[in-house]
Every structure is written in structure tokens, then in C-alpha cells.
């Protein structure tokens, strides 16, 4: 698969069964995702991987529902054979800035994303409530100043090849800066110039 087609047949999958990457081709995966652009090569994540009861254990702890169907949601959709949880783990007062190390970790999640779709696995980025629960920190024993960025649920999504997306419009989200503009600074610039 060409880069171009593995992105723009790429899904966030709701349905997610059987077979889910093993704990060792998750870990070769990240070896590539980890290549993603990344300030200062901080690596400033960590993931904790989540199977079967211990996925429904931590689903009961942090959003406790009424009863349901074992191994379903609660809207009866099947439960993903694997919930990976990203930890943004920022190194504090380092002069890469906090955003950029955020902007890293985001694109190791999508290489990792783009990978697992090129081994025929599906994904989705989940955040809700999740993210927000009051005891997931002590729980998950995260450190002071890591953040939950949320799940990637990983598995194999539904049989059937996946289209080719239209590609968007974009053409209102690229502008080119002219050679003419920098001699015609703008009214704040010049302002700011003269009054130096
Ligand atoms: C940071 C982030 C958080 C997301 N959280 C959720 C979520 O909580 N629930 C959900 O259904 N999808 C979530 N998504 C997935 C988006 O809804 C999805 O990417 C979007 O609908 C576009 O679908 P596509 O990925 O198939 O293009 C999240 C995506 C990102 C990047």
C-alpha cells in the first residue's frame, strides 16, 4: 500500500474484534511510530496496554454503567481486544517548550495509527470520560505532571476494503507568503519599528 492510499483509507473503527496486535508487535510498531518527528528525541509518552478483564476492571472503576452484556459498550458495540492508554509524559522546565513535546506525542499516535491500519488492524483515538476521572491518576499511578491523552483501542475492524476517501478541500488553508509583503510590513510592525 502506497502512503497516500494507507491515509486516506484509513478509519477510526468503532467495531474492533479479535485479532488485536500481541504485546511484542505492539512494541516493534511503536519502534516505528517512535521515529516520528520529535523535538530533542524526548519520547515524552508512555503507553499501558489493557486486555480483557483488566480492561473491564478499569471500565468499572473509572465508568461505572448499569449492567450489560459481557464484552460489549454500552452501545452493545463489542469491547476492543486491546485499549492502549498514551500518557503524556512532558519533562518539566526542559527548553524544548511543553506544546512541542505535545506535538510529538500526537505524531507518534498517528504514525503508530497509520502503522497498525498497514497490518490490516483498526484504531480510534478515545478521550471522554476517560480522560476526566477523578481516580484514574492514583490508579494508573501516573506521575505528577503526566496526562491522559486518552485510549488508542486497537483490533481488527469489520471484513471489507475501506475507501478511498475524497480527498478535502483545503485550498482556503494554504497561503504564500510574497517577497513584495515583507517590504510592506504590516501597520503593527511598522509601528513597532518606528517606535524603537
Ligand atoms: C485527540 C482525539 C480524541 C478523540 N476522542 C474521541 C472520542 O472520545 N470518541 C470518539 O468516538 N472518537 C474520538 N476521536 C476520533 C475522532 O472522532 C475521529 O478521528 C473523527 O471522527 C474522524 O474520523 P476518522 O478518523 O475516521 O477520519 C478522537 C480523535 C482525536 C484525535
Known amino acids: 500500500m502506497d502512503v497516500m492510499t494507507a491515509i486516506v483509507t484509513r478509519r477510526s473503527e468503532k467495531v474492533l474484534t479479535d485479532p488485536a496486535p500481541s504485546d511484542g508487535e505492539f512494541h516493534y510498531l511503536l519502534r516505528g511510530a517512535a521515529t516520528a518527528p520529535d523535538h530533542g528525541r524526548l519520547r515524552p509518552w508512555r503507553w499501558i496496554l489493557v486486555r480483557g478483564e483488566a480492561r473491564a476492571a478499569l471500565d468499572r472503576t473509572v465508568a ?20 492502549a492508554l498514551l500518557v503524556f509524559s512532558p519533562l518539566p522546565g526542559h527548553r524544548i517548550p511543553e506544546w512541542e513535546q505535545l506535538a510529538a506525542s500526537c505524531s507518534m499516535t498517528h504514525a503508530l495509527m497509520m502503522l497498525l491500519h498497514a497490518l490490516g488492524y483498526g484504531s480510534i483515538w478515545r478521550t471522554g470520560r476517560l480522560c476526566t476521572s477523578p481516580g484514574l491518576h492514583g490508579l494508573l499511578r501516573m506521575e505528577e505532571g503526566e496526562r491522559l491523552l486518552g485510549s488508542l483501542d486497537i483490533g481488527t475492524p469489520p471484513e471489507g476494503p475501506r475507501q478511498r476517501r475524497p480527498l478535502p478541500d483545503v485550498s482556503d488553508r494554504v497561503s504564500v507568503f510574497e517577497a513584495a509583503t515583507a517590504a510592506r510590513p504590516a501597520h503593527g510592525i511598522r509601528e513597532a519599528v518606528s517606535a524603537e
Open 64 to 83: 461505572p454503567s448499569g449492567p450489560r452484556p459481557a464484552g460489549k459498550n454500552a452501545r452493545g458495540l463489542p469491547e476492543p481486544p486491546l485499549r
